[in-house]
């Protein structure tokens, strides 16, 4: 498996989102495989979880960037979640590695 290239967006089943810049460390926040539902590496390629609870590992699913469901999570967590943020809205880069870096600094924690 290869890993993902850093910051990791995570989504949760409502769509809350949740930045990890160190993927090495995504342990610290999925607890198990079972609490994963989905994520992107920040060149949009879909992430899958494994590993026994507590030693959790993220690593690619797939080597193909998913550039419309990244943009649409994105947008669906900045519509409904990102009540905090000035704007409620996303960040404008056409390129999806530079998009995702931006939403990753321009998070809020909900």
């Given at each position: 498996?290869?890993?993902?290239?850093?910051p990791v967006l995570l989504f949760d089943e409502s769509g809350r989102m949740f930045v990890v810049h160190e993927p090495s460390l995504a342990n610290e926040l999925i607890g198990s495989e079972d609490e994963f539902l989905e994520g992107y590496d920040g060149y949009g390629r879909p992430v899958c979880a494994y590993g026994a609870p507590g030693h959790v590992v993220l690593a690619l699913a797939d080597t193909e960037p998913q550039t419309d469901m990244v943009r649409e999570r994105v947008e669906h967590y900045y519509f409904v979640f990102a009540a905090r943020h000035p704007t409620r809205t996303p960040p404008e880069e056409e390129d999806l590695a530079s998009f995702i870096r931006a939403v990753a600094e321009d998070w809020v924690d909900e």
């Open positions: 498996m290869t890993h993902p290239m850093d």
